[in-house]
């Protein structure tokens, strides 16, 4: 089975520092496609960050990094000098090979709230 | 630029009752696809579409019914509503089928209850 597994329900942090959300996934595929999506309470999903399997090197969007272990299947977010706009939930997703194109298969999300 | 428009954005219906959710997207995207949300379990792929007349299912397809016969819109019907289709319902496109090189752009999301 193809899935994502984000084991952390919800976390928290204090304004200006450093958090990580965890992302494990399964596939059997060998090239893909790996992303974390925002939702805040908004409910607007915003992509945060995209990982291409192939590439070695961590992608990074302003404070947003990822670190991604392909061996390991592990794709983390790390949120650096956390700002309160970002409470939200995060989805880690990854692209799965339907018949006629692919889906994205989502985690069941972690919830990420910034204090003041 | 209104990306993707999902409307109605709050319904209430009764159990056995019929609609439709519409959505539309001005950015001539072949890739449209409906997902739900429910807690604890992320986001999941109900149908989607890769093009006028192509249509496939999802991982929970079941109660729900779709057709494309346009580029812009993609309706998703419910047949005969029951309680455990209560959920936020959300419509995406892309305009790569493949969705490695282009994101996955969504509407705001509506929130339907099953009573």
């Known amino acids: 089975a193809q899935t994502v597994t984000q084991s952390q329900p919800e976390m928290s942090v204090q304004e200006a520092e450093t958090v990580t959300l965890s992302c494990t996934y399964d596939?059997?595929?060998?090239?893909?496609?790996l992303f974390w999506y925002k939702q805040p309470p908004s409910r607007q999903m915003i992509l945060v960050i995209r990982?291409?399997?192939?590439?070695?090197q961590n992608a990074t969007e302003n404070r947003f990094s990822v670190n991604f272990q392909k061996a390991a299947k592990s794709f983390s977010l790390k949120i650096s000098d956390s700002q309160l706009g970002d409470t939200a939930m995060y989805f880690c997703?990854?692209?799965?090979?339907?018949?006629?194109?692919?889906?994205?298969?989502f985690g069941a999300g972690t919830i990420l709230r910034v204090k003041s | 630029n209104a990306g993707v428009t999902q409307t109605p954005k709050f319904q209430v219906l009764k159990t056995g009752q019929s609609m439709t959710l519409q959505c539309a997207q001005d950015?001539?995207?072949?890739?449209m696809s409906w997902y739900r949300q429910d807690p604890g379990m992320g986001l999941r792929l109900i149908h989607y579409?890769?093009?006028?007349?192509?249509?496939d299912q999802g991982e929970v397809p079941n109660g729900y019914n779709v057709s494309r016969s346009t580029t812009e819109d993609f309706p998703l019907r419910l047949l005969s509503a029951a309680p455990s289709q209560t959920s936020v319902y959300f419509c995406?496109?892309?305009?790569?089928?493949?969705?490695?090189?282009?994101?996955?752009?969504f509407g705001e999301g509506s929130r339907l209850t099953v009573l």
């Open positions: 997703a990854f692209v799965r090979a339907m018949e006629y194109g692919n889906k994205l298969v």
């Open positions: 579409s890769v093009g006028a007349g192509i249509t």
């Open positions: 950015m001539n995207h072949e890739y």
């Open positions: 995406a496109s892309s305009s790569d089928r493949g969705l490695g090189t282009g994101e996955l752009f």
């Open positions: 990982q291409e399997a192939y590439k070695q």
């Open positions: 596939t059997s595929e060998n090239n893909y496609y």
